[in-house]
């Protein structure tokens, strides 16, 4: 029983337990509807693209002039030179040496306008910036106005790093697409408060098409690396590559993505020549051409993992040159190599899987002049530049509504661990005392049992074996005696069965005292088929037990009152059946518990018994059971005793 006490608190503490880790869900709503918008939000970052690596570039961005206050006013401004329908601005924030973002202002402000004044300026997004140290971008909608000038104004700077007494704002890159193609690139740039600290700082790196963000690209395991020259031992070596794109084009754009091969991993920008040229033509052999660009006389910064775009205003031309006249250093030298030649016509990336011929090309499984054009490079398959900024940007503020949700969270869970504390401490004493009133009615009914168990063992012993003990005083003093002073053979042979009963039901009851408040139902089956061997000692007997559970432990009084009546049913066999064998089955069913006891004698009538009292006394400890005792005569003879009891 102090077991089962013990069980109970501890089940109770367990309890407890379980309820202060849960109960901040329990008592508030709030948290699971944030647990459940958080999760949302990561199914939503799954859709994003992933967030590039930073890439160090010579040319940073732009750089505002110093400010006294946070509060000043600086902007800049784009002219695209032309009026277009815009349908996004994105900015992406600077960065140093891979870093973060530097001098992204706190809070900033995006307008368009038809003239340079912004006379008519229209507005399209006011901003407080949540994370302004991520490099991530900021993508703005325009719904399809039409302007020619965009102006950045940061109206909360950011502080100087390592002198806080002095304030800026700086951007990596400022892109207007319209029809899919950055029109901001190589645009007319105003600043009339800026820095030039090249290469770093300077206002035109702001549309210069290179942002520490990389290439638009998805990461892939292909072995396409691009095309490869061969290999010079001397930097001043002429080297070209064409693409023909298969008859005249409108080219709008030509971007040049660098090569990054698995074997350099920390060589990026591998191959990009130091001086060269491109060129457009109508004629394969470059009779007639247009100069696109042309650095043939001053170096130009490698580019790293970032692309490299010239504009063009709507130029007709079929083929693409680019001619490399200062080689770019391998290891003791030279060579020129490109991941991606791209010609845009619109949103379209014309040169996709044209045809390339070079000077000369290096012959490996991934370097290939049909590489150059194969919609790979920088280790991952291109992407559409303004759906990947776009993306990033998305990603930016899921990860802001992810912080601003986690931030909710722990203050939800504060307030509710405050709600729950005093409830916490009821609880506590509540629980304690739930046990201590369980133990200290365990405890009275526990002396209620054995006050009852004192009893009933009284009324056994005056009932059994005072009756027995009676009946042979009676016995001997009223029975005359033979000539020689003894008593009748046989009277002394009733004494002898009455003496012996009186000893078995004495004997029994030493055994359940012995036995303690909750013996086994094995050790019950192992009794009672004692009891029988020792009853039915003469006679041919079977006992079968069906079901039976022997580690259950039941209470003593269900022991006691099942055993006497198997005892005082084989009695009545023994006296009154004169059967040659008996059948004795004790069932465990999911309906309770079955005794039976079938003998083939000559059988007995219940309605009219004979002389005694062990049918009443074995219907009476059957009731004390809550059970029934059932009694019928075979018709070929034999009687069949039942009872049937619940489960203890």
């Known amino acids: 029983m102090n077991a089962f006490y013990s069980r109970c608190a501890a089940a109770v503490i367990a309890l407890l337990l379980c309820r202060s880790a849960s109960a901040q869900t329990w008592l508030s709503s709030g948290i699971h509807k944030i647990e459940s918008q958080i999760l949302e939000v990561g199914r939503e970052l799954e859709q994003c693209p992933v967030i590039p690596s930073i890439q160090v570039t010579s040319n940073a961005g732009f750089h505002s002039g110093f400010a006294p206050r946070m509060d000043s006013a600086r902007w800049v401004q784009v002219d695209l030179g032309e009026e277009y329908t815009i349908d996004s601005v994105v900015v992406v924030p600077a960065s140093i040496n891979g870093a973060g973002a530097y001098g992204f202002p706190n809070k900033f402000r995006i307008e368009t306008s038809r003239d340079a004044l912004l006379s008519e300026p229209e507005l399209l997004v006011e901003t407080t910036v949540e994370d302004p140290s991520s490099i991530l971008p900021h993508f703005v909608t325009t719904g399809g106005r039409r302007a020619r000038y965009v102006r950045f104004t940061a109206l909360s700077l950011a502080p100087q790093p390592r002198l806080n007494s002095r304030f800026i704002f700086c951007l990596g890159e400022l892109l207007v697409f319209s029809g899919g193609r950055n029109v901001a690139l190589q645009g007319a740039v105003l600043a009339p408060n800026s820095v030039e600290t090249l290469p770093t700082w300077s206002p035109k790196h702001l549309v210069d098409g ?141 040169a996709r899987a044209a045809r390339v011929v070079a000077s000369d090309s290096t012959n490996h499984v991934s370097w290939k002049p049909e590489l150059l054009v194969d919609g790979i490079g920088g280790a991952g398959m291109l992407l559409d530049e303004e759906t990947w900024l776009q993306g990033l940007s998305q990603r930016r503020l899921l990860l802001a509504k992810r912080e601003l949700f986690t931030r909710w969270q722990i203050e939800e869970a504060k307030q509710v661990q405050a709600r729950t504390g005093g409830l916490s401490v009821g609880f506590v004493v509540l629980t304690f005392g739930v046990i201590g009133l369980l133990v200290l009615r365990g405890r009275a009914l526990r002396r209620r049992e054995l006050e009852i168990l004192r009893q009933q063992i009284s009324r056994d012993l005056h009932d059994d074996v005072g009756s027995n003990l009676c009946s042979i005083r009676l016995m001997a003093e009223m029975s005359g005696t033979t000539e020689d002073g ?77 055993l006497f009546i ?53 219907r009476y400890r059957a009731g004390q059971l809550r059970g029934t005792l059932l009694m019928e005569r075979h018709s070929n003879g034999g009687t069949h005793l039942v009872v049937k009891i619940p489960k203890p």
């Open 210 to 350: 290179s942002y520490a963000l990389g290439i638009p690209a998805l990461p892939i395991g292909s072995a396409s690396n691009g095309w490869h020259s061969q290999i010079f031992q001397q930097p001043n070596t002429e080297v070209w590559v064409q693409v023909d794109l298969g008859g005249p084009r409108t080219l709008d754009e030509i971007r040049l993505i660098p090569a990054h091969p698995r074997d350099y991993p920390d060589r990026t920008g591998f191959g990009f020549p130091l001086r060269f040229k491109i060129e457009t033509s109508l004629s394969e052999n470059f009779s007639e051409s247009s100069m696109v660009f042309d650095c043939r006389h001053a170096d130009f910064a490698n580019p790293g993992d970032t692309k490299v775009a010239f504009p063009l205003a709507s130029h007709a031309a079929r083929f693409i040159r680019m001619t490399a006249v200062k080689l770019w250093e391998r290891s003791s030298d030279f060579v020129f190599a490109l991941g991606e030649l791209e010609a845009y016509e619109g949103r379209e990336n014309i």
């Open 486 to 562: 003894r008593l009748p053979a046989e009277v002394l042979s009733e004494i002898s069965l009455m003496a012996e009963a009186g000893t078995e039901s004495l004997r029994d009851m030493v055994w359940l005292l012995k036995e303690g408040g909750q013996p086994k139902i094995g050790i019950l089956v192992e009794k009672m088929r004692s009891v029988a061997g020792a009853l039915l000692l003469n006679m041919d007997w079977s006992f079968r037990s069906e079901g039976v559970p022997a580690e259950v432990v039941a209470p003593l009084s269900f022991h006691r009152d099942l």
């Open 566 to 618: 198997l005892r005082e049913a084989l009695h009545n066999v023994v006296k009154h059946a004169g059967a040659p064998s008996v059948d004795i089955q004790l069932r465990w069913t999911v309906a309770g518990v079955e005794l039976s006891v079938a003998d083939t004698g000559r059988g007995f009538d219940p309605n009219h018994p004979s002389g005694g009292d062990g049918i009443e006394n074995m």
